[in-house]
């Protein structure tokens, strides 16, 4: 249970949303309760007598409201409680103290803010989800804040953000404007938090939070998770397991600048506060104008990481990614077998290859565009999208057309936000291009950032993905990368500079909408330099993610594993390169994590490894509802074993896959010890079989043996994995 000491916790059902209860304490207090119920949670927010809204209760829900009178009286009001501690959404310059939510400038100059409850309203919109608005206003200014929580009863999932206006004589300054602000109470707080950078994604530290503020941000602008993603864990009074433990997952659903304060007050209270980053970002905020933060996601589990991470996946899939319950194509990049230099001669041996391989698309990825300065490296060229004459005398559309000719689909790579200074574009509107006029241009892989708050420089991004459509109606794959940040911030056409960093990403998100209005159901991958742009804001506009240019597949095991605690597998793009020195069935077996992908030189296989990858991807096109739809349960963790192991089982708990991969390979090290399954049926009878064999190879799994499900989460099985296995995928199924 995770509550406020000096808060009464309570619970009670949505039939009870708008009543007034009065108390006894010290004075008889009439108090309005408002519940944010799922399956096995409630969050209870209580607007007291003086109509401040503060949360009174976080964690699980109880299975008998008759039992809230009892609840009632367990937990007193302090003397000294401020009333302000547990703030539903803590405003600057009144009576608090602490860390703020938001904080204005009103138009007459003064600073401060008291938000004071008015109203709520539920709806209904469907059988899981609902939708709760809490009007808070200043009593002293017509400055009105509505809170919004849209909760997702099956998955234990919030989405929670706020709506700011106001009705003043002037303009309003916002310095702060958090999405929420939540409040914890326990005996401790341990942060799991991820830092990486390009190629080192999805690194993960956990630490006890001290007394004061720990900070999680960004101020790229964009390719925002670079440095530091903005997912983040929290468990309360002991850190949690994979099966055990409270835990709070969080993470904004925003494509630029972040912050996330969490912060110990002095009576032990963890205060979560997330939002746009106000740095370099304080926004002028018009009579009547609205202004709409992103939304920050929350789903709380009493039951460990694991449960926290299928009830995020699950969301995922039904309601935030784009195709989630949908299908994905397979593909081979020619990026590592050509990089730069390939011509149409080329690309037709490898449009051969990708019909030979058995995949569904081929992908054509950068270096395909720009003739004043054409694109052979990445010093020129973007921005300049038409096909290089010299490499494509005859198009894309010869390209597309002869992809049909093989039996499979084609897809073009794009970055269409940035420029090259040597390229045409650049030459033609230097005052498109995000730089300050009194400074040096700074180049972040040789290119700069197109303004994106300049509807100009809109239309054409938009136009670059639509022109490549129009020319070519069969193109059936977008990949779409952001390789650069924001260095020295500044648009030539925005008034007011201190929106900039807002408005671009408000800018990326018109096109996207754009792009989808017209092209919706289209494939695209988010890609930027790997995954510096995951967040489920872009990935309600992309079907699928790059999580990271470094593909050696030991690394990407450590990669997915984090990852898949918020991203469900049908969302990461895992493809199988010659990046690292393990063998083709090795790194296939970890790209068959998520939607599998081929960037290889296929004519240079041998003829055995050629044949492998030919028959894995037969195996996979049957497993991968499993995969992409199945519930997740991880195994055993590769940074505590020498086996990672994981688990992909379906709703029925029939039938699954298990992967399994020796990630240590030091001298005697013991990878024999049996590994025990989660998610199965106990009463149920399953027998297990190895798959994707590599050809010539036979099984040391006998599979007609069968297993009652107790005895496999409770004994476990041996995938025999060795030195000499090194890759081991199970099936198992129920025995009928």
């Keep these: 249970m995770i509550f406020n000491k000096h808060s009464i916790p309570a619970y009670v059902s949505f039939a009870m949303i708008s009543a007034s209860i009065m108390v006894a304490s010290a004075k008889l207090t009439a108090q309005t309760i408002i519940p944010i119920e799922t399956q096995n949670n409630a969050l209870i927010l209580q607007a007291d007598a003086d109509k401040d809204l503060g949360t009174i209760y976080f964690g699980k829900k109880l299975s008998n409201s008759s039992e809230y009178s009892q609840v009632l009286n367990v937990f007193k009001q302090t003397p000294d409680y401020t009333g302000m501690l547990n703030s539903a959404y803590t405003g600057s310059g009144s009576r608090n103290l602490l860390e703020p939510a938001i904080t204005v400038t009103h138009a007459d100059g003064n600073n401060s803010l008291d938000l004071k409850y008015v109203s709520h309203d539920l709806k209904k919109i469907d059988d899981d989800v609902t939708l709760l608005s809490i009007v808070l206003k200043d009593p002293a200014y017509n400055f009105t804040v509505t809170l919004y929580y849209k909760s997702y009863y099956k998955e234990d999932v919030v989405e929670q953000w706020s709506s700011i206006k106001h009705n003043e004589k002037g303009n309003v300054t916002l310095h702060k404007y958090a999405s929420a602000n939540l409040h914890i109470k326990g005996a401790g707080y341990y942060l799991n938090q991820y830092h990486g950078d390009w190629a080192k994604e999805m690194q993960s530290e956990e630490s006890k939070l001290t007394h004061g503020i720990k900070t999680l941000d960004t101020k790229l602008g964009t390719r925002a998770n670079l440095f530091q993603p903005s997912v983040f864990m929290v468990s309360v009074n002991k850190p949690a397991t994979e099966d055990e433990g409270t835990v709070l997952f969080g993470a904004l659903e925003y494509s630029g600048n972040f912050r996330t304060d969490l912060e110990v007050d002095y009576q032990d209270n963890l205060r979560i506060i997330s939002g746009i980053n106000n740095y370099a970002s304080p926004y002028t905020l018009k009579p009547n104008e609205e202004f709409v933060t992103p939304v920050f996601l929350y789903t709380l589990s009493t039951q460990g990481k694991g449960v926290a991470s299928r009830n995020l996946q699950s969301w995922a899939r039904n309601y935030k990614l784009l195709d989630g319950k949908g299908t994905r194509l397979t593909l081979l990049n020619n990026w590592e077998a050509t990089y730069f230099d390939f011509n149409e001669s080329k690309l037709a041996g490898l449009l051969k290859d990708t019909k030979k391989l058995g995949v569904d698309l081929f992908l054509l990825d950068d270096g395909w565009f720009a ?366």
Aim: proline residues 5%.
């Design 371 to 736: 003739n004043k300065y054409p694109r052979n490296g990445d010093v020129a060229g973007l921005g300049d999208w038409e096909e290089n004459k010299e490499k494509l005398p005859n198009g894309i559309s010869s390209l597309v057309k002869e992809a049909q000719n093989n039996s499979v689909k084609f897809g073009i790579w794009i970055e269409p936000e940035m420029v090259n200074p040597k390229s045409v574009l650049y030459e033609k509107h230097p005052d498109w291009v995000v730089k300050q006029p009194k400074r040096d241009e700074y180049y972040f892989r040789n290119q700069l950032i197109l303004d994106l708050t300049n509807p100009k420089v809109q239309d054409f991004v938009f136009g670059v993905v639509d022109g490549l459509f129009t020319k070519n109606p069969d193109l059936a794959y977008i990949k779409w990368d952001c390789n650069a940040v924001i260095y020295n911030a500044h648009s030539a056409t925005l008034k007011n500079q201190s929106h900039f960093y807002i408005e671009y990403v408000r800018g990326l998100y018109k096109v996207l909408e754009r792009i989808r209005a017209k092209y919706p159901t289209v494939p695209m991958m988010l890609c930027s330099g790997g995954g510096g742009r995951v967040d489920y804001a872009a990935l309600k506009y992309f079907t699928e993610f790059w999580p990271s240019d470094n593909t050696d597949p030991l690394e990407r095991i450590f990669m997915q594993w984090e990852y898949s605690y918020f991203y469900p597998a049908i969302a990461s793009s895992n493809h199988v390169t010659d990046w690292g020195k393990q063998p083709i069935k090795f790194r296939t077996d970890v790209a068959m994590m998520g939607k599998l992908g081929f960037d290889i030189v296929v004519s240079h296989l041998k003829e055995n490894d050629l044949k492998y990858c030919q028959d894995a991807i037969k195996v996979y096109n049957e497993i991968k509802p499993i995969i992409w739809q199945g519930n997740q349960y991880r195994l055993s963790n590769p940074k505590e074993s020498s086996v990672a192991s994981m688990l992909y089982m379906d709703e029925n708990k029939s039938s699954g896959v298990i992967f399994n991969y020796l990630v240590n390979y030091r001298y005697g090290v013991n990878s024999s010890l049996p590994i025990l399954l989660k998610g199965l049926d106990a009463a149920k009878k399953y027998k297990i079989e190895e798959i994707n064999l590599y050809p010539g190879t036979s099984s040391s799994i006998k599979g007609d043996k069968s297993y009652t499900g107790d005895f496999l989460m409770k004994v476990g099985f041996n995938p025999d994995v060795n030195s000499s296995r090194t890759s081991v995928i199970l099936k198992i199924e129920e025995v009928k």
